[in-house]
């Protein structure tokens, strides 16, 4: 089946709404597709007890505050249940369980393949998260069987481990919350680099206090136009690395009587080896070691260093018409998060609406 859309938005969590928000503002034609059942179903698959690192003051969508207390940390359901109702009030072209197998060009035009669906497009835009593929390294495959291993993209709670030890690699935010939840049932071990920590305590009254200038520097500091904000870019995308720990902090780490060890970079008899040369008798490993973006369905030169792809502030200069929402740094520090997407979804709307109206043979 053929159809055309002006432009088809891929990806339909808070990228992929923010511009469709934008795009509807303009009076674009647009669609948005999305592989899940449901908006927000990317948030609802994360573990159960995720709450957000920032305060629902920074929160909130381009046309829609986050309805909860001003210092309240959103649960991971309130963020999927904010996004659907996003959706709804701005009534925005959603059409989920969708999942495009490819994007291609044909000429001018763009071909979005899902399922028996072909659709041409004047622009795309890719808002599909970067979170795809779990990195695990390959000497994983040498952990004895009966230890049980997970990604933190799989795990829910601790109800999914077996009785005994459990060793927690990668020790970034997600590393963090994690190891302190399954602590509270099994001895833990969290293994990685220190990524260091955010100044002060979430939700402590000096924190209240700085968060509106830890803010500005994350979103008007620290962006690519910037020599500052472009050295802090390099040091967390080449290699990719986490941020410092927000609301997990090291003392309550200690105090939870976690045993914090360094890198995992090994095996010996199918245990965990450490850099320091120890194994680990444990039952359980839990990966935090990050995600690989995976582009492999887009059928066009665009992929460039660490599998991001090339692009500047979100367009795609070889491929015009083609566009990218909520990669990190794409403009800022913020360009990732929730409260920084819209300021980048509005950039790559007004350049899409300047596009079409440029082109109104195309968009016929
Ligand atoms: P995603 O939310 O990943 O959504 C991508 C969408 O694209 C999905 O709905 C998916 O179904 C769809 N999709 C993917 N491929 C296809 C395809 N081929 N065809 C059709 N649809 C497709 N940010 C904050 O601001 N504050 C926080 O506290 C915070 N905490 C975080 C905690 C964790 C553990 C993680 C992982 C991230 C956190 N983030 C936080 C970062 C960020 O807000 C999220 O990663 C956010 O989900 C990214 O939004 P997105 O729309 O770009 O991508």
Redesign the pocket.
């Known amino acids: 089946m053929d159809e055309h859309v002006d432009t088809v938005v891929?990806?339909?969590?808070?990228?992929?709404?923010s511009v469709g928000y934008h795009l509807a503002q303009r009076g674009c034609r647009f669609v948005i597709?999305?592989?899940?059942d449901r908006?927000g179903?990317?948030?609802r698959r994360?573990?159960d007890s995720?709450?957000?690192?920032?305060t629902a003051r920074?929160?909130g969508l381009p046309g829609m505050p986050f309805p909860a207390p001003t210092h309240a940390?959103p649960t991971k359901g309130e963020v999927a249940d904010y996004l659907l109702a996003y959706a709804q009030r701005f009534d925005l072209p959603v059409e989920t369980g969708?999942?495009?197998?490819r994007l291609a060009r044909d000429g001018r035009r763009f071909v979005v393949a899902?399922g028996d669906r072909a659709i041409t497009a004047d622009n795309v835009v890719v808002?599909?998260?970067?979170?795809?593929t779990p990195r695990v390294p390959a000497f994983a495959d040498g952990l004895d069987p009966t230890i049980r291993q997970l990604h933190?993209k799989a795990y829910r709670n601790p109800s999914q481990l077996q009785a005994g030890d459990v060793l927690v690699v990668g020790a970034g935010?997600?590393g963090a919350e994690i190891a302190l939840e399954v602590s509270e049932h099994h001895r833990t071990w969290l293994s990685g680099r220190d990524p260091g920590q955010e100044p002060t305590r979430a939700g402590s009254l000096p924190d209240r206090l700085l968060h509106p200038v830890m803010w500005f520097v994350a979103s008007r500091v620290l962006t690519i136009d910037s020599p500052i904000g472009r050295r802090v870019r390099d040091h967390f995308l080449d290699p990719p690395r986490g941020i410092p720990l927000?609301r997990a902090r090291r003392s309550d780490i200690r105090a939870a009587g976690i045993d914090r060890v360094p890198r995992t970079t090994g095996v010996r008899d199918g245990r965990p080896r450490l850099e320091d040369g120890r194994s680990l008798e444990v039952s359980n490993v839990i990966w935090c070691t990050g995600f690989e973006m995976d582009l492999s369905?887009i059928d066009l030169p665009v992929i460039g260093d660490h599998g991001f792809p090339r692009q500047e502030y979100g367009l795609v200069p070889s491929q015009p018409g083609l566009y990218f929402?909520?990669l990190p740094f794409q403009r800022s520090l913020s360009s990732?998060?929730?409260?920084?997407?819209g300021r980048d979804a509005g950039f790559i709307a007004d350049h899409i609406a300047a596009r079409t109206a440029g082109m109104p043979a195309m968009s016929a």
């Open positions: 891929i990806g339909g969590s808070q990228s992929g709404l597709l999305d592989a899940h908006v179903d990317a948030w994360r573990w995720l709450r957000l690192f920032t920074y929160d940390y969708v999942t495009v197998h899902a808002a599909t998260g970067t979170y795809h933190s935010n997600s927000g369905w929402m909520g990732a998060l929730l409260g920084g997407v």
